[in-house]
């Protein structure tokens, strides 16, 4: 279990503030839309001072906005500082995407070569 | 669910990479395609540069090493050692990346055919979350950096 205490580094960067199991859960959450913190604790069975805490550090980064509405605050996904690993992942991606397309054209070969030739072990 | 040209990756833990894809040959010739070594020089560059080493010692304590000279001229060089051979089924091995010496990865690859179609798994799992990011970063254009960089800008923005 990661520690509710937030390390030092969590705050640095979006990647280390989404690797909290639980802060993913809020940004899950308000995936699907502008939500106040009480639908946040009641989505993950959590006290409110424990969700704060991780609303917090994703409000660091830049992962959620928050603004007021009348006496209560309304916390959404900042898709914009998310990107980066999104994008981060998609290069990793793309490159085992290119080397499986030439994997593609070995096996096409293979095959040719195995029908063609037969019987071979 | 429907392409079966593009490689999916997930990050299913904090330690781990799982990339997965599906292709139309039977599992024997994606095996062989994947443990021969003039075969692995013809598709591991994935189009960034030439293959000039491709070492398969394909038994259990056996060693492998790839090196890639990119287009850019630098050079990069992976090395490991297998584990555990299941022919046409699984391979799990070591691997090194030659610049981070330090962060050592086990890779586990799976071979899983249906109807002369070949599922490939391929999961690396690392020992720590720093090690798994640099190895996600390895071979970028831009940088984690970059992306942090980028990060830092919105933060302070909405400060």
């Known amino acids: ?121 | 669910m429907t392409s079966s040209r593009s490689a999916t990756v997930t990050l299913p833990t904090d330690e781990q990479i799982l990339i997965t894809r599906e292709f139309d040959a039977p599992r024997h010739l994606v095996y062989e395609a994947w443990t021969t070594p003039e075969l692995v020089k013809r598709w591991w560059h994935a189009n960034r540069g030439e293959m000039t080493v491709a070492e398969i010692d394909l038994r259990v304590g056996g060693r492998w090493r790839y090196v890639m000279v990119a287009d850019g001229g630098f050079e990069v060089a992976f090395h490991g050692e297998y584990r555990e051979i299941v022919p046409n089924e699984r391979l799990v091995s070591t691997e090194v990346y030659e610049a981070m010496p330090d962060a050592q990865a086990l890779d586990t690859v799976t071979f899983a055919e249906e109807n002369d179609r070949t599922l490939v798994t391929l999961l690396v799992q690392h020992t720590s979350k720093e090690h798994r990011d640099a190895h996600v970063e390895s071979g970028m254009e831009d940088g984690l950096q970059d992306a942090l960089d980028l990060l830092e800008q919105v933060a302070v923005s909405l400060r």
Do not use: C
Not at chain 1, 9 to 22: I, L
Not at chain 1, 102 to 113: A, I, N, R, W
């Open chain 1, 1 to 121: 279990m990661i520690a509710a205490v937030p390390r030092a580094a969590t705050t640095a960067d979006a990647f280390n503030a989404v690797a909290e199991p639980r802060r993913r859960q809020i940004l899950d959450v308000l995936a699907g839309g502008e939500r106040p913190v009480n639908d946040l604790v009641r989505a993950l069975g959590l006290a409110q001072p424990q969700v704060s805490k991780h609303l917090r550090v994703l409000r660091a980064v830049g992962a959620v906005d928050v603004r007021g509405d009348g006496r209560q605050r309304l916390y959404r996904l900042n898709g914009r500082a998310l990107k980066p690993i999104h994008d981060w992942v998609k290069d990793y991606e793309r490159t085992w995407s290119e080397r499986f397309e030439q994997l593609d054209v070995v096996l096409e070969g293979l095959k040719k070569t195995e029908g063609g030739g037969g019987g071979d072990e």
